[in-house]
């Protein structure tokens, strides 16, 4: 099966950077789509940045010119550069997958908390 593994998260003051990894493994045939999504205590699951395979990345409005999201070639493993961290971006972070093993499904890692003060 696939595995999604998130590391990179921890506690930071406002202004700081982070940087978020996910390494994908398993039986995977290919990966259409990976990305990062946050949820906050007692809020939804939301959104940061996603990418397919055409390359293309579309950022939370909350994130834009803040977050950089990158990828290697194979899409197997993918970064969230987090800059200016801002309290509102305390959350866990989630790495996300569609996936083509037998079928394709979408896999999630187990998170990683960020936590911003000021």
């Known amino acids: 099966q696939v595995q999604l593994v998130e590391t990179g998260g921890g506690l930071v003051q406002a202004g700081d950077s982070l940087r978020l990894s996910c390494a994908a493994s398993g039986s995977i045939v290919t990966i259409a789509s990976m990305g990062w999504y946050r949820q906050a205590p007692g809020s939804q699951r939301e959104l940061v940045a996603v990418t397919t395979g055409g390359g293309r990345i579309n950022y939370a409005d909350s994130v834009k010119g803040r977050f950089t999201f990158s990828r290697d070639s194979a899409m197997n493993t993918v970064s969230l550069q987090m800059m200016n961290l801002k309290a509102e971006d305390t959350a866990v972070y989630y790495c996300?997958?569609?996936?083509?093993?037998?079928?394709?499904?979408?896999?999630w890692g187990q998170g990683t908390q960020v936590t911003v003060s000021s």
């Open positions: 996300t997958a569609f996936v083509k093993t037998s079928l394709w499904n979408t896999y």
